[in-house]
């Protein structure tokens, strides 16, 4: 991954957004962090992001909802959803959207690891 390309993780949580970003740079991949899905696409960092982590419950605009715009803008990064909510219809709609995954909360770190790894490599 060029160093101009991150991993963005959106989640309302600040402890969830400090535990992935932590994991992430552990492993050599560079890490942006928002606390919602305003806050991402305002930020234009979508442009550069190589892989997103996004939950899907949080304030304001959904995580589902903050993939369908970015799909209208052109971008589809590969990209995980999670919640501590899941259930076969939430698969289902994060599958119809194209996401690669949907862990539920307390997510195996592993998981996270797996995916990023199988979609952007080692860094």
Same mark, same amino acid.
């Not at 969830?16 to 305003?38: C, N, P």
């Given at each position: 991954?060029?160093?101009?390309?991150?991993?963005?993780? #959106?989640?309302?949580?600040?402890?969830?957004?400090?535990? #992935?970003?932590?994991?992430?740079?552990?492993?050599?991949?560079?890490?942006?962090?928002?606390?919602?899905?305003?806050?991402?696409? %305002?930020?234009?960092?979508? %442009?550069?992001?190589?892989?997103?982590?996004?939950? #899907?419950?949080?304030?304001?605009?959904?995580?589902?909802?903050?993939?369908?715009?970015?799909?209208?803008?052109?971008?589809?990064?590969?990209?995980?959803?999670?919640?501590?909510? /899941?259930?076969?219809?939430?698969?289902?709609?994060?599958?119809? #959207?194209?996401?690669?995954a949907l862990l539920s909360k307390p997510f195996d770190?592993?998981?996270?690891?797996?995916?990023?790894?199988?979609?952007?490599?080692? /860094?």
């Amino acid at each position: 991954m060029s160093t101009s390309k991150f991993v963005s993780v #959106v989640d309302d949580d600040k402890d969830v957004r400090l535990a #992935v970003s932590t994991l992430l740079r552990s492993y050599g991949w560079a890490a942006s962090t928002f606390e919602s899905a305003e806050d991402f696409l %305002q930020s234009g960092a979508f %442009q550069a992001t190589a892989f997103l982590i996004s939950d #899907v419950r949080m304030p304001g605009l959904s995580g589902l909802d903050m993939y369908t715009e970015l799909v209208s803008r052109g971008y589809t990064p590969p990209t995980v959803f999670i919640t501590a909510y /899941p259930s076969p219809e939430l698969e289902q709609k994060a599958s119809d #959207v194209g996401a690669l995954a949907l862990l539920s909360k307390p997510f195996d770190f592993a998981s996270i690891v797996h995916w990023v790894t199988a979609a952007l490599g080692r /860094p």
